[in-house]
């Protein structure tokens, strides 16, 4: 299945790896890069050696192509950002923020780069700055969100710029990935079916709990003050709607998220951790290898849109 994006990243399939924080690792990026999809090590708040280090590991297991995803609002986001260029990454994706100060640096090297979006007005100020594609993500993803759904939002995106679109939030199968393609995107971000893939360095309680959940099971915190965040409903996401309902600054409420993430991917606190997943957690009933999961999608995919 061809398409402006499968040609700019150099891959076999449409499918790009959402690039999640502790999650996204060298090991899940080479599995998805080697299966034809577009792998991301996720930068998170990682520092820039860190980051080196992934980037080096994962070339170690794969010789196609996989890119970085920068979290913007990470303290260490200027040290990732030279070092995707020091070490030769040809795609950058961008998360939590705006990547122009960084946009000069990455053309100059021939870098791809490729913003995460929320709105139209921000998909046409990143392709104004010279981003190559635009990831229009809706907010049934795990993690932090903006208020459009994807349904919505990726058809807006595609009539207002001239740069090709991915789809993100909500795709979990073949049928998402085509009812993306009917919406005009060329190509779709996936991150919760990735996290309960066998290659995927997740503590099995975390992978459980999304094979495990329901279609309800989903609770967005944070949007009181402007950061909301969605993820499995838990201990923590009763307790922070408690706060949140009792006026509690956002600095109190930050606090009781700390490293809440980290806890429930590595040590699999699911609990008091926070379980970041999109609503498609409740789609989601097996672990299967990455190969498994993008052969299974794509089957799907190019039956239902008569590419076969």
Known sequence: M?????????VQYPIIQGGMAWVAEHHLAAAVSAAGGF????GANAPGEVVRDEIRKARELTDKPFGVNVMLM???ADDVAKVVVEEGIKVVTTGAGNPEKYMDMWKAAGVKVIPV???????????????????????????????????????QVVDAVEIPVIAAGGVGDGRGIAAAFMLGA??????????????AVVHENYKQRIIKAKDIDSAVTGRSHGHPVRCLRNQMTREYA???????????????TLG???????????????VMAGQIAGMISKEQTCMEMIEEMM????????RD
């Open 242 to 256: 408690k706060l949140e309902a009792e006026g509690k600054s956002f600095e109190e409420l930050e606090y009781l």
């Open 2 to 10: 061809k398409t402006r994006i499968t040609e700019l990243l150099g």
């Open 39 to 42: 792998g991301l090590i996720g």
């Open 117 to 155: 979006v929320a709105s139209v007005a921000l998909a046409r100020r990143m392709e104004r700055y010279g981003a190559d594609a635009v990831v229009a993500e809706g907010c049934e993803s795990g993690g932090h969100i903006g208020e459009q759904t994807t349904m919505t939002l990726v058809p």
């Open 260 to 274: 809440a993430l980290r806890r429930a991917v590595q040590e699999g606190d699911v609990t008091a951790g926070t």
């Open 74 to 76: 990470s303290p260490h």
């Open 186 to 199: 060329e190509a779709v971000q996936i991150g919760t079916r990735f996290v309960v893939s066998k290659e």
């Open 299 to 306: 089957a799907q995919a190019t039956k239902l849109l008569g």
